[in-house]
Structures are given as C-alpha cells and as structure tokens.
T-cell receptor
C-alpha cells in the first residue's frame, strides 16, 4: 500500500514550457486535491476533485488545469510555466463526503521555473 | 472563506511542553486539524477536533478549542528532538475536505 505517490520529485522548467504533474493513490479514495506550498504562506488549494468525473477550482487555479483520469489518478498541468509557479506541489486524497476529515498527502514535487 | 493565522516560530527545550497557537475567522468551521511536516516530506495528519468538542487528548498531544475566541492550540508534552518540524493548523467548513491552512509554525527543539 503506497498511499499517495507523485512524479516527478523535482523539475526545472524554462518560462513558457509545459508539463504535467502526476498523482496516484491506492486507497480507493473518492476525493483528490492539488495544493501549492510557498514559503510563509502555508498550502493553498489549486484544484480538487470531489469524485471521479468532477473537478472544481480552489483558491489559486489560474495557470493550471487538471484531469481526473480515473478514481486513482489526478494530474495537474501547467500549459505555459511562469516563474510565479515556482513552488512545491502536493497532491492529497481523502475518502470523501462526510468522512473527509483526514487527508493523506504525497511527498511533493519541487518545481522551479526559470 | 476561512483565514487561519499562526505564529511562525517556536523554540523549546527537549523535555519541556510546546504550545502552538492558531486563530481562525470562520465560526462555521466544522473540523479543525493539526498537520506536521518534516523537512522534505509531505504533511502528516497529527490530530483533529470537531467543532462540537472543547478538548481532545491523544498520547502526548492535547488540542484545545475555544470557539468563542476562535482559538485552537496544540500542546505537545515532553517535547523530543523528533518533534522538530513545521506544524500547520487547518480548518474546513464543508464535507468536501477543502482545507484552509495557516502559514505554519516552525518548532525547533534544542537539547
């Protein structure tokens, strides 16, 4: 049982390049989330997927797109990377519904945009 | 939406108790959480409290909730060097688990 896995662990992009961050969970969770973590700002929600087939914007969605590929996988895409998107990105999952009180986090992807 | 505020740094001696404080703005927060982040790692849920509770104890951890003042605290008894980490307070106002995090409190435990 691997929990929540994320790839890659590290990435350096040039401004304007695109990339997709991958996230998968093996806990049969319904809800999945993407956060970014910036120094001194805690984690901010980018997008979430309450259940397979649905996605919704969080607090800071601009410049990102997501795909809930199936129940296990939730990817985050940067179409045209900008230096302001330099951050650590965390994926999380939870059972969903009234049992959403415990979120399980992946190890993070450290992204630098030059 | 919810705003969550925490002090940024706490230094504590090994063996002493640590108290990390958090204030939140949304009185309809249903769940309040404490997460721990060790260097280079993701967040790990330490404990949580429902808004209809005043206190929760879990081994060395005690969570106190003052709903009137919208104040949450985490006490760690007998603090150890392994407790050195960043601690995040977070609140949720709906059942979809959308969390609003504080900026985190860096706890440094000195021998």
């Amino acid at each position: 049982n691997a929990g929540v896995t994320q790839t890659p662990k590290f990435q350096v992009l040039k401004t304007g390049q695109s990339m997709t961050l991958q996230c998968a969970q093996d806990m049969n969770h319904n809800s999945m989330y993407w956060y970014r973590q910036d120094p001194g700002m805690g984690l901010r929600l980018i997008y979430y997927s309450a259940s397979e087939g649905t996605t919704d914007k969080g607090e800071v969605p601009n410049g990102y797109n997501v795909s809930r590929l199936n129940k296990r996988e939730f990817s985050l895409r940067l179409e045209s990377a900008a230096p302001s998107q330099t951050s650590v990105y965390f994926c999380a999952s939870t059972v969903g519904g009234s049992n959403s009180y415990e979120q399980y986090f992946g190890p993070g992807t450290r992204l630098t945009v030059t | 939406g919810e705003d969550v505020e925490q002090s940024l740094f706490l230094s504590v001696r090994e063996g002493d108790s640590s108290v990390i404080n958090c204030t939140y703005t949304d009185s309809s927060s249903t769940y309040l959480y404490w997460y721990k982040q060790e260097p280079g790692a993701g967040l790990q849920l330490l404990t949580y409290i429902f808004s209809n509770m005043d206190m929760k104890q879990d081994q060395r951890l005690t969570v106190l909730l003052n709903k009137k003042d919208k104040h949450l605290s985490l006490r760690i008894a007998d603090t150890q060097t392994g407790d050195s980490a960043i601690y995040f307070c977070a609140g949720a106002t709906d059942s979809w688990g959308k969390l609003q995090f504080g900026a985190g409190t860096q706890v440094v435990v000195t021998p």
